[in-house]
């Protein structure tokens, strides 16, 4: 294996690992607050058609990306309204928003569309396009570095490197803002914030909010950057995948980042690799794309150490005495 | 600065600056439930008021009113001598209100200096804070003896400095008037008596401290004044000084009660149970049960003391037949397996053994189900086989509800609309009348009325005088003295020692609660 091929594979493990990355911490804001969200999968979806339905009508993949945001977001806001106000079940919500974004997208898509629930394709300034770090060019010939800096480094969607931004932003502001310090509090007891006279609900509702704006750019990036318009299911368990990476990094941003470039790059070595020859004996194709998906049952069914969740996780917070 | 704030308070002057807190009429009903009844209280700053009622008596409900969790129906409440308005904790907290609940509101995984930090930070970032708080609890600790490390992580200390940590939060918001809410609860004597030095520091200091709380020894030891309450309504507000046990508890009451237990000395006879070498290590891989042997005979309580969680809950779950051990325990000669796998709270009922477990609502009772199918929980097969008799049922709970002065005596009640005294009668009757050789009883007045207290004392003595071996778990050490004939103190899944109730007294028994052997003396 070359160079080429390894900068190849990796360029493409950091396309593919944005969007779980984006997801993972949504859900880590939530998570860290208390509030368990399984409807990653269904915020991210309706994302991703809303993006790639504004980008069409506008020909803008910015005004694309704001309404892939607030999809995201109304969403977050019912399983907020469901979960914080109503004390109800949290999954039951989580599983409620996957099923509504899977319905919904395909029955507004058909309506708008008449492309049997696709978009139609986006071109030009429509989607995301990829970006040129300074010098990329003049630097690409210098060995090693050169095709590292130009070709997987540089060379990628503002989205990706929106994504990776995230990761010390959340970071700092989980452990150096007063924010952050109640965030986590609530997630682990919400009756301490409370008895501190701050505002469980208000907490929440923003970690809720947090979740369902980058829930919003993860879905963005799948239909305008990654792709180009929106095709049914086209989060195919990426929301998911992203709570496993969840556990995986233990609730943390930095962690997380780790977790989601693993999935990313089984997801690119499952792409290339369509069948591979291990002494003779040919692996599928579909055992090489069912990677991330057996990675992911793997950590859930608890085999990579002990995660211990947020304390309060999955707890509507009731005042008691 | 010591004149009492006694008697009915006919409404003084407004805005008595002296009183740290007034309270004016206060009510608050929860639906049909009157919870707190006309209520007046004046806690003159700089003191210690105890506040000394039954379970239910809405001690804490005023509390709660006070600390912005309740709003009253009606009623004012006067902070320094101004009305003020308290309609949530923010309000509490900024009214000069700190409150230490019965049960911690800490984050166990932050450390100390977080806790006290959260909710009251100075600004967006978090590390001046963070700086300013560790200087001011080091001011702190020299002022008030209340020393913890600020950066050990909560899980990590003991209750008694959680607790302290509770304290500091409240100091750090610069609460002037500090209510405690049961505190003692949880510490060992030790840790009690050193809580109580903190708080009479706190007061001369100029704070004034309000102690909630159902153990009159404490009332007695540490307040300057208490008020009683009893159903809902303040019924007295006396100079401690000026009263005694006797008095707080007939006040609560409302009617005589007898504070000690009136027992002939224990005749035991034949050895009922042996227990040796016993060990437990739980599904986290902790060592419990770290060999503990004692014997007891027919005829006499042996009582274990300890602060909770040393172990008393697992040997309780080994005797009991729902958790799994090694070593050997004997009853009447005969073997009982540990392993779990040919023995159960079924086989230990048919071996004689019956059990009132420690926490009645999870273990004891069904709380949904009614009053005659929890009496026959355990001894259903009693009542026929797959079809049972329901009506026998009713017939033999109401006749048990009689006998134990079940109140309301009605089979048809849930068991969660009974009072926890009238729950644990429930259990109590169901264990007892079965005629078990062996009684294992655990924290058997937790949650429990004074009254009722002294009607399951004398059950328990009762049941001893008839012959019976009777285990006793409490960490009430006031219980332990009454009613053991023989005293085991445990401590980190060990038995630190055995003293005899006439040649021990609280102190000894601490230190042993704490964990220092006392071997020697």
Same mark, same amino acid.
């Given at each position: 294996m070359d160079l080429t091929t390894i900068i190849q594979i990796l360029d493409s493990s950091l396309r593919l690992a944005t969007p779980l990355l984006l997801a993972c911490l949504a859900g880590l804001f939530s998570e860290r607050a208390g509030i368990f969200d399984i409807g990653l999968e269904g915020k991210m979806l309706a994302a991703a058609f809303f993006s790639a339905g504004a980008a069409f009508a506008t020909g803008n993949a910015w005004i694309g990306l704001l309404a892939g945001i607030g999809a995201s977001m109304v969403l977050a806001a019912i399983h907020g309204v469901a979960s914080i106000t109503f004390r109800g079940n949290q999954l039951i919500s989580g599983v409620a928003i996957n099923f509504l974004a899977a319905g919904i997208t395909v029955v507004i898509g058909e309506a708008w569309f008449g492309l049997g629930g696709r978009t139609p394709a986006l071109a030009g300034d429509a989607r995301f396009g990829n970006i040129d770090l300074p010098f990329a060019r003049a630097l690409s010939d210098v060995p090693v570095l050169g095709p590292i800096y130009a070709d997987l480094i540089s060379g990628h969607s #503002?989205? +990706?490197?929106?994504?990776?931004?995230?990761v010390p932003v959340t970071w700092w502001v989980l452990f150096r803002t007063r924010f952050g310090l109640r965030l986590r509090a609530v997630g682990e007891n919400p009756a301490a914030v409370d008895t501190a006279g701050v505002s469980v609900v208000g907490l929440r509702y923003a970690a809720v909010m947090i979740c369902g704006l980058l829930c919003g750019i993860a879905g963005a990036? @799948?239909?305008?950057? @990654?792709?180009?318009?929106? +095709?049914?299911?086209?989060?195919?368990? !990426?929301?998911? #995948?992203?709570?496993?990476?969840?556990?995986?990094?233990?609730? !943390?941003?930095?962690?997380?980042?780790?977790?989601?470039?693993?999935?990313? @790059?089984?997801?690119a070595l499952g792409n290339r690799y369509q069948n591979i020859d291990i002494g003779g004996f040919d692996v599928p194709t579909q055992f090489m794309q069912a990677l991330?998906? #057996?990675l992911t049952v793997v950590i859930l069914a608890g085999f990579v150490g002990r995660a211990i969740p947020p304390r309060a996780g999955g707890e509507p917070y009731v005042k008691e005495r | 600065m010591t004149v009492a704030s006694s008697g009915p308070s006919h409404t003084p002057p407004p805005g008595d600056p002296g009183l740290a807190i007034e309270l004016r009429g206060i009510s608050k009903a929860f639906g049909p439930v009157q919870a707190n009844k006309d209520i007046d209280l004046a806690v003159r700053r700089g003191t210690i008021h105890g506040i000394i009622g039954e379970n239910g008596a809405g001690k804490s409900t005023l509390m709660s009113i006070l600390y912005g969790?309740?709003?009253?129906?009606?009623?004012?409440?006067? /902070?320094?001598?101004?009305? $003020?308005? /308290?309609?949530?904790? &923010?309000?509490?907290?900024?009214?000069?209100?700190?409150?230490?609940? &019965?049960?911690?509101?800490?984050?166990?995984?932050?450390?100390?200096?977080?806790?006290v930090v959260l909710g009251a930070e100075d600004g967006a970032m978090l590390k001046p804070s963070l700086a300013k708080a560790r200087r001011l609890l080091t001011e702190l600790a020299?002022?008030?003896?209340?020393?913890?490390?600020?950066?050990?992580? /909560?899980?990590?200390?003991?209750?008694?400095? %959680? &607790?302290?940590?509770? /304290?500091?939060?409240?100091?750090?918001?610069?609460?002037?008037?500090?209510?405690?809410?049961?505190?003692?609860?949880v510490l060992t004597p030790?840790?009690?008596?050193?809580?109580?030095?903190? =708080?009479?520091?706190?007061?001369? %200091?100029?704070? $004034? *401290?309000?102690?909630?709380?159902?153990?009159?020894r404490e009332i007695m030891e540490i307040t300057d004044t208490v008020s009683v309450m009893r159903r809902g309504e303040m019924t007295a507000t006396v100079k401690t000084a000026e009263t005694s046990p006797e008095e707080l508890a007939e006040l609560m009451v409302g009617r005589k009660v007898l504070l000690r237990v009136d027992k002939a000395p224990a005749r035991p006879k034949d050895v009922i149970l042996e227990v040796r070498d016993l060990h437990v290590t739980d599904a986290q891989g902790v060592h419990r049960l770290k060999g503990v042997s004692f014997d007891i005979r027919?005829?006499?309580?042996?009582? *274990?003391?300890?602060?909770?969680?040393?172990? &008393?809950?697992? =040997?309780?779950?080994?005797?009991?037949?729902?958790?799994?051990?090694?070593g050997r325990v004997r009853v009447k000669g005969h073997e009982i397996d540990l392993t779990g796998s040919a023995s159960d709270a079924q086989t230990r009922r048919a071996r004689g053994i019956a059990h009132v477990p420690e926490d009645r609502q999870r273990e004891g009772l069904i709380m949904d189900y009614r009053a005659w199918e929890n009496v026959a929980f355990g001894y259903q097969k009693d009542f026929g086989g797959t079809l049972m008799d329901h009506a026998a049922m009713k017939r033999d709970c109401a006749g048990k509800m009689e006998r134990f002065d079940v109140r309301p005596p009605d089979p048809t009640l849930a068991a969660k609309s009974f009072s926890g005294g009238n729950q644990q009668k429930i259990v109590l009757a169901r264990e007892i009348e079965r005629n078990p050789d062996l009684l294992l009883i655990g924290q058997p007045t937790r949650g429990v009325d004074i009254g009722a207290i002294e009607f399951i004392h004398q059950q328990i003595v009762a049941l001893r005088d008839q012959g019976k071996a009777i285990l006793l778990v409490s960490v009430e =050490?006031?219980? *332990?003295?009454? =009613?053991s004939d023989r005293i085991a103190v445990m401590f980190d899944g060990r038995i630190m020692g055995e003293r005899l109730p006439s040649e021990t007294d609280q102190g000894e028994l601490g230190l042993l609660m704490a964990g220092m052997a006392g071997e020697a003396a």
């Open positions: #503002i989205l +990706v490197y929106l994504a990776l931004a995230t990036h @799948l239909a305008t950057a @990654l792709g180009a318009g929106f +095709v049914k299911d086209m989060s195919a368990g !990426r929301g998911f #995948i992203a709570l496993a990476a969840l556990i995986f990094a233990k609730w !943390r941003p930095w962690y997380a980042l780790g977790a989601c470039l693993l999935f990313g @790059l089984l997801e991330p998906y #057996i | 969790f309740y709003k009253a129906d009606r009623g004012t409440v006067l /902070i320094g001598g101004r009305e $003020t308005e /308290i309609p949530d904790s &923010q309000a509490a907290i900024d009214a000069g209100i700190g409150m230490v609940f &019965q049960h911690f509101k800490l984050v166990e995984n932050f450390t100390v200096l977080e806790n020299h002022e008030y003896e209340l020393d913890v490390d600020p950066d050990a992580v /909560i899980e990590d200390i003991g209750v008694g400095l %959680q &607790q302290r940590v509770e /304290i500091l939060k409240a100091l750090y918001r610069e609460a002037d008037i500090l209510i405690l809410d049961e505190p003692t609860g030790a840790e009690a008596d050193h809580l109580f030095r903190i =708080l009479k520091g706190l007061r001369d %200091q100029g704070k $004034t *401290i309000i102690l909630i709380t159902h153990k009159l027919a005829g006499e309580v042996l009582g *274990i003391a300890g602060v909770a969680g040393n172990g &008393q809950s697992e =040997l309780l779950e080994v005797l009991g037949g729902y958790e799994k051990a090694t =050490l006031d219980e *332990i003295m009454a =009613l």
